[in-house]
C-alpha cells in the first residue's frame, strides 16, 4: 500500500507557518546568544580594571601623531580611561595657541602646564626642561596614570619620560628607534632608555630599539598613527577649498610648494644660513609658497627674524602661517607641487602620497625615506636649491608606506590593553653576550683575581697572567739563560713586568706559581734536583728571593704536578676524586690525584711516570737505568730511532716530506709509519706498548677512575694505550677511559692553580 504524505505537506499555509515558526525560534535563539555573548564580555570588562593612560602632548606635530590614539582611546571607555596633559609650545600664543585644536577635537585638557622658558636659545631649552620637571610631578601625582605616552623627540618629551620614570609610572615611547642627524637623536634615545614600551614605525627602527638592548617582547612594530588619518582622509572632495583658503583663489592643484624649515640646535649658524639660502631660492623660483614658522628649538628666532628682513610675510608669492590643522595640513601637503625644508612630514607623511620632497641639511639624516625625496646635505648655495627646485616640483612619485599602512592604533590599542600591570616596574635590559664584562658584582671581582705563573722549561722561560677562569690574559716569553744567576734575574725582571700590566689590565695578583722540570720540595719552595736540561738548578731556592722582591706568596712544584693540578682545576680532572695524568713530551712524567689531593710522596718522587721500569733490559734512560717507559715512549726516545732509521736509510718512504736539511725529529718516523714504513711502525708500536703497560701498571697500583694524556705526543698514544688497557688489565680496571687533555698550556696553568685554589680558600 503506498504511503500517504503527510498532512503538513499537504498543506501549504501549514508549511509556511511552520517554516516563520522555525525562523522566529533561531532568530530569539541567536539574540539570545548575542546578548549571553555581550553580558559575558561586559563581565569581563567590569571584572578587568580599566588601563588609566595619560596622553601629554607638547607642540602640534606630535599631536598629529598622538591625536588619532587618542581618538581611539576615548571610543573603549569600558578598557581605557583617558586623561590629556598639554604643555610646551601648545600654549604660546606666537606659535598659535594650538591647544584649541585639541578642545576642538572635544577632549577633555586635564592639566595645563606652562613650561616654555622664551629665548629660543640653547639656555631656553635647558630651563625649560627644568621648569616642566618642577611643574610635572603635581600632575602626575594627582593624575596617577598607569601607563604615560610619550611621542618622538622633543625636549619636552624628554621632562615627561624623566619625569614618570622617577614617579615610577610605566611609559609607552611612540618612534623610538628611529635616526636623524641632530641632537634629537640623543634625545629620542634618552626616551626609549626611560621607556617601559615602545611603539616604532618602522622594521629598522625596531632593529635599533633591539640593538639598544630593549625588550623585544616590549616592542611593537605600529607604524605611524598619523597615517590611520592621513591614508583614510586625504582623497577629499573639497581639498581645492583648502588650497584657496590657505594660498588665495589662483592657487592651483600641484602648483605652490610647502616650506618647513627648523633650526639644527647642534648647528644653529648653519642652519639659519641655510634657511636664508632657502628662502632667496623660493623667492628666485617664483611660485605661491605656504611656508610655515619654524618650531620653537633654539635659533628659531634668528630665523624669524631672517624671514621678515626678507619680506616674506609682505611677498605676493609667500603665505607665511603659524600653524595648520593637521586634517588640511595633509591636503596641503598631498596637492603640492613640492615641499622643501628639513622637517620630518617631508621623510614621513609627503612620500604617502608621492609629492616631490627636497630635504635640505642634515636634520632627516638617517631617517628611511621614499624616491621621492632628494637630499641637498651640502646646501650651501642659492644655485644648489634652485636647481634642485627645478629637478623636483611638478613631478609625481609612486606612494611609499615605509612609515605606516593605516592601522596603526587598532595595534597600539591592543598592545596597551596586553599590558599586565602586575608585572614588575623595574625594566630589564637584554644585553648581548660580550667577553670579560666589567661589573662590580662579587662574581666580577672573584674573576679578575689573578696568578702569576712560571714555567721554567729547557728552552724556554715562560710568565703569564692566568685569571681565575683560567684565561691566560697575557704571555711573555724568553730564552731560559743557561746560569743561574742569569736565570734568576730574567725571572724578577719579566715578574715585575708582568705586575705592572695586571695593574693596567685590570687584574689583581695574589701569587706566583712557579712550575719546573726535576724534583722538587714543595713545602720549602726548592728545586731539590733539576733534569739535565736545565743548568745549575739543584738545590735552589726559589721561594724566598721571588717572594721577597715581589711581595707576594711563592708555590713552586715540578712540571708534572703542575700538569696534573691543571686537570684538576680546568681540564678533564675537574670534580674527578682519582686521576692520572702522563706528560707525553721530550720526556715522560705526570701526577697522581688520589681523594682529590696531589699525591707528593715521602721524598717528593711520587708520580715519576716516566721512571716507570716495563722491561728488565731495553735502552738506557736519561735517568741512569734501562727499560724505563721513558726510553722507549718520550720525545728524545722516538728522535734516537728516529736517527737511527734515517743513518740506515731506512726511515724515508714514497709519499713522504722531508726536507734533508732540517734535524730528525719524532714527528719523521710518525710521519714513515703513516705513510706505510714497517721499520717505524714497529717502533711505534713498542713505544705504544711500554707506555701502554707502564699505565696498566698504575692502574692496578692506585686504581684511578680516569687517565689523561698530555703533551705534545697524546693524540699519537691515546688510541694505543686504550687497546693496551683492554688486553692487559685486570678485567674491574678495563674499562677505565684515556683522555687526550684539551688544555694548551698545562704547565702555566697548574702553576696558577696553586696560587688560585688558595685565594678561593681550598686546601692544597
Excluded at 601607563?147 to 624628554?158: E, K, S, T, Y
Excluded at 729547557?458 to 681565575?468: D, E, K, Q, S
Excluded at 687497546?723 to 687533555?741: F, G, N, T
Aim: proline residues 4%; hydrophobic residues 40%.
Amino acid at each position: 500500500m503506498e504511503k500517504q504524505p503527510c498532512a503538513l505537506s499537504r498543506n501549504p499555509h501549514t508549511l509556511n507557518t511552520w517554516k516563520a515558526h522555525e525562523l522566529y525560534y533561531l532568530k530569539m535563539q541567536r539574540s539570545k546568544e548575542k546578548m549571553e555573548r555581550e553580558k559575558t564580555d561586559e563581565n569581563e570588562y567590569q571584572g578587568k580594571k580599566k588601563l588609566k593612560v595619560c596622553v601629554a602632548t607638547c607642540n602640534r606635530a606630535d599631536y598629529s601623531k598622538l591625536a588619532p590614539i587618542m581618538f581611539g582611546l576615548k571610543s573603549h571607555p569600558e578598557e581605557f580611561e583617558l586623561e590629556v596633559v598639554v604643555l610646551g609650545s601648545h600654549l604660546i600664543d606666537d606659535y598659535g595657541n594650538t591647544f584649541r585644536m585639541i578642545e576642538q577635537d572635544h577632549f577633555d585638557i586635564g592639566s595645563k602646564l606652562h613650561t616654555i622658558v622664551r629665548g629660543e636659545d640653547e639656555a631656553a631649552m635647558v630651563e625649560s626642561v627644568g621648569l616642566a620637571l618642577v611643574k610635572l610631578p603635581d600632575v602626575l601625582q594627582r593624575l596617577n596614570p598607569d601607563i604615560l605616552v610619550v611621542h618622538g623627540d622633543r625636549f619636552d618629551a624628554l621632562a615627561l619620560a624623566t619625569a614618570a620614570a622617577l614617579m615610577n609610572i610605566r611609559i609607552l615611547h611612540l618612534e623610538g628607534g628611529e635616526v636623524s642627524g641632530t641632537i634629537d637623536d640623543s634625545i629620542r634615545h634618552a626616551i626609549s632608555k626611560l621607556a617601559h614600551y615602545h611603539a616604532c614605525c618602522t622594521r629598522m627602527a625596531e632593529q635599533h630599539l633591539i640593538a639598544m638592548c630593549e625588550d623585544h617582547s616590549r616592542i611593537l612594530l605600529a607604524g605611524c598613527p598619523s597615517y590611520d588619518k592621513l591614508l583614510s582622509t586625504h582623497h577629499r572632495d573639497d581639498y581645492m577649498d583648502i588650497i584657496k583658503s590657505w594660498l588665495g583663489d589662483k592657487a592651483k592643484d600641484c602648483d605652490y610648494i610647502v616650506a618647513l624649515q627648523h633650526p639644527v640646535t647642534t648647528d644653529i649658524q648653519h642652519s639659519i644660513k641655510i634657511y636664508g639660502l632657502m628662502l632667496d631660492a623660493l623667492i628666485s623660483f617664483n611660485k605661491k609658497t605656504l611656508i610655515l614658522f619654524p618650531n620653537i628649538d633654539a635659533g628659531s628666532k634668528e630665523m624669524v627674524r631672517v624671514m621678515r628682513k626678507k619680506g616674506i610675510e609682505q611677498h605676493p608669492n609667500f603665505r607665511a602661517v603659524k600653524h595648520i590643522p593637521f586634517e588640511q595640513f595633509i591636503q596641503l601637503v598631498c596637492h603640492a607641487g613640492c615641499m622643501i625644508g628639513n622637517s620630518s612630514c617631508g621623510v614621513r607623511e609627503a612620500g604617502a602620497f608621492g609629492t616631490p620632497v627636497i630635504n635640505l641639511g642634515t636634520r632627516q639624516t638617517g631617517r628611511e625615506t621614499g624616491e621621492n625625496v632628494l637630499h641637498v646635505r651640502d646646501a650651501d648655495t642659492h644655485n644648489k636649491i634652485y636647481h634642485a627646485l627645478e629637478l623636483q616640483f611638478g613631478k609625481r612619485y609612486p606612494g611609499s608606506k615605509i612609515y605606516g599602512d593605516g592601522n596603526a592604533v587598532p595595534r597600539i590599542l591592543k598592545f596597551l590593553s596586553d599590558i599586565d600591570l602586575e608585572e614588575p616596574l623595574q625594566k630589564t635590559f637584554c644585553f648581548p653576550p660580550v667577553k670579560d664584562p666589567i661589573s662590580q658584582d662579587i662574581d666580577h671581582i672573584l674573576e679578575t683575581q689573578s696568578a702569576l705563573a712560571v714555567d721554567l722549561g729547557g728552552t724556554n722561560l715562560r710568565v703569564a697572567i692566568v685569571c681565575m677562569r683560567g684565561n691566560i690574559v697575557k704571555k711573555y716569553t724568553e730564552p731560559n739563560p743557561k746560569t743561574f744567576e742569569e736565570r734568576m734575574r730574567l725571572i724578577l725582571k719579566m715578574c715585575k713586568d708582568a705586575v705592572r700590566d695586571a695593574v693596567r689590565l685590570n687584574c689583581r695578583i695574589l701569587g706566583v706559581g712557579i712550575s719546573t722540570g726535576g724534583r722538587v720540595n714543595p713545602q720549602e719552595g726548592i728545586v731539590l734536583h733539576s733534569t739535565k736540561l736545565i743548568h745549575e738548578w739543584s738545590s735552589v731556592d726559589l721561594r724566598t728571593p721571588i717572594s721577597d722582591a715581589l711581595g707576594l706568596p711563592v708555590w713552586v712544584d715540578n712540571d708534572g704536578n703542575c700538569a696534573v693540578l691543571a686537570e684538576k682545576k680546568f681540564g678533564h680532572g675537574k670534580g674527578v676524586e682519582n686521576f692520572v695524568t702522563v706528560i707525553t713530551g721530550t720526556g715522560i712524567g705526570g701526577g697522581l690525584i688520589h681523594n682529590h689531593e696531589l699525591i707528593h710522596g715521602s721524598t717528593f718522587c711520587a708520580a715519576e711516570l716516566g721512571h716507570i721500569k716495563v722491561s728488565l733490559e731495553g735502552p738506557e734512560c736519561s735517568c741512569g737505568s734501562q727499560g724505563c717507559i721513558e726510553a722507549f715512549a718520550s720525545g728524545m726516545a722516538l728522535q734516537r730511532e728516529a736517527k737511527r732509521l734515517h743513518d740506515e736509510d731506512l726511515l724515508k718512504v714514497e709519499g713522504m716530506d722531508m726536507n734533508l736539511a732540517e734535524p730528525i725529529t719524532a714527528a719523521h718516523l710518525i710521519s714513515a709509519a703513516r705513510n706505510g714504513n714497517s721499520k717505524a711502525n714497529a717502533v711505534l708500536h713498542k713505544a705504544s706498548m711500554a707506555l701502554g703497560v707502564g699505565i696498566v701498571n698504575i692502574l692496578h697500583i692506585v686504581n684511578p677512575s680516569l687517565v689523561i694524556l698530555s703533551g705534545v705526543l697524546a693524540s699519537y698514544y691515546q688510541a694505543p694505550v686504550q687497546d693496551v688497557i683492554k688486553e692487559r688489565a685486570l678485567v674491574s680496571a678495563q674499562s677505565i677511559k684515556v683522555l687526550k687533555s684539551d688544555l694548551e698550556e698545562p704547565a702555566l696553568l697548574g702553576a696558577a692553580s696553586m696560587v688560585l685554589d688558595y685565594a678561593t680558600r681550598r686546601t692544597y
